[in-house]
């Protein structure tokens, strides 16, 4: 899952949109989210460890309901059907 800046949003002066990184940016989307919350239900429940098991499960409502988006979302899959010479396709 990756998250960027949405093209039909038009940031204020000074503010830029780019890609989270869940590791750096952990610390600020909890604060992000728990002010969210307590916005819109007068309290928070929303934890550090929250917010990296949503991230890592793709789990996408936490960061929506902080006005985050998924710009794209995609998923590879691999299966090893015999081993040997590895086929690409062209």
């Known amino acids: 899952m990756t998250s960027a800046s949405r093209s039909d949003v038009e940031l204020p002066d000074g503010f830029a949109a780019r890609v989270i990184d869940p590791d750096s940016d952990s610390d600020a989307i909890t604060d992000l989210c728990s002010a969210a919350a ?12 929250l ?40």
Request: proline content about 2%; overall charge positive; charged content about 35%.
């Open 38 to 49: 307590i916005a819109e239900y007068g309290t928070s429940d929303v934890t550090l460890q």
């Open 51 to 90: 917010v990296r098991e949503s991230y890592r499960a793709g789990a996408t409502r936490l960061y929506e309901r902080a006005g985050m988006h998924v710009a794209r979302d995609s998923r590879s899959y691999r299966l090893t059907l015999r081993e040997g010479r590895e086929i690409r396709p062209v």
